[in-house]
């Protein structure tokens, strides 16, 4: 029975492991390495991924594994299980990101629920219609972040849309200025089908160009705030380590439950990447905590799925 049971929690674990890989990242670059043992699931931060010009504080590199962590998290939950966290069990070995332990409690329903639609979540960089998103859906998300210690800042004014959208474009050029942040987003843009990571080339071009956007001028995001569309920024009270993974699992929680009812999402980082318009973001919101995820939601056509690493890459099992 013990024999049973330990054979049933090692394939949760396994398929949280694969679960985890399907997460959103910065320039799909999956920053992740994770480790199976026996009795739980250890998930580290692949630093040699690190996008140094672009994400020099690793910021990013712990959002993205914060957004593998949920998946795993709920993937667990979907097989039934209870779940003990540690997160940075071994500080300051950073690296070491967290440990996830199946356990006798019940599982969070909650996030089980989210399980069906792990595969279905996509990054979309195309067109949204300009249409709100229904109010009980914004108090969802607006939960859904807040379930995991973090908030949701809606933006609906039209005055501050139209200032979001200056900073972002501000953003956008100060990056694109940088030489090295150009080669840096060459290197993590791809037009052969056999890799398995990085964003495909042309995803960025077809996207629309801002409304704001000098003529000719193309922009990573590509942000088309119209009237309508509904702008929402993923904060955390503090910037610390723990703070960037937790929001990463905020993210990704907002970004199924988007998912979950047929809508879309556009990541729109630029804004939170320089750390000059960051702050002028945090200034003109009147934030009291930091920005970290500028994002769209709305309804999108369908996008193709996101590139993925092979698996022996990415995961090791004790024998």
């Known amino acids: 029975m013990l024999s049973s049971l330990a054979s049933q929690r090692t394939s949760a674990l396994r398929r949280a492991a694969v679960r985890a890989t399907l997460a959103p990242s910065v320039h799909n670059s999956q920053p992740w390495r994770l480790h199976l043992a026996e009795d739980r699931l250890d998930l580290h931060a692949d630093l040699a991924r690190q996008l140094a010009v672009l994400d020099p504080t690793a910021r990013q590199l712990y959002i993205s594994c914060g957004c593998a962590l949920l998946n795993a998290r709920v993937a667990l939950a979907g097989e039934g299980c209870g779940i003990r966290v540690e997160r940075f069990p071994r500080m300051p070995r950073t690296g070491y990101v967290a440990s996830l332990t199946p356990t006798d409690e019940p599982a969070d329903l909650a996030l089980a629920a989210l399980d069906p639609v792990i595969e279905l979540r996509q990054t979309n960089r195309g067109q949204f219609a300009d249409e709100a998103v229904p109010e009980p859906v ?8 807040a379930a ?51 964003v495909a080339d042309g995803t960025v071009a077809a996207t629309p160009i801002p409304p704001l956007a000098p003529p000719g001028k193309t922009s990573r995001s590509a942000t088309r705030l119209v009237r309508n569309q509904t702008l929402a920024l993923l904060c955390t009270d503090g910037d610390s380590l723990l703070d960037w993974l937790r929001a990463g699992e905020a993210l990704e929680r907002v970004l199924l439950e988007i998912t979950r009812h047929g809508l879309a999402a556009g990541l729109l980082t630029e804004i939170t990447e320089v750390p000059s318009t960051r702050a002028e973001l945090r200034h003109e919101l009147a934030l009291a905590g930091y920005p970290h995820v500028l994002m769209r939601v709305g309804r999108a056509p369908v996008v193709p799925a996101s590139r993925r690493r092979r698996l022996v890459d990415v995961l090791t099992e004790e024998n």
């Open 138 to 145: 914004l108090a969802m998300l607006a939960a859904a972040a």
């Open 148 to 198: 995991e210690s973090a908030s949701l800042h809606l933006i609906h004014d039209a005055k501050l849309k139209l200032a979001v959208a200056r900073l972002s474009q501000r953003a956008d050029a100060i990056e694109n200025l940088n030489p090295a942040y150009r080669a840096e987003l060459r290197a993590w843009t791809t037009d052969d089908p056999a890799r398995g990571d990085g």
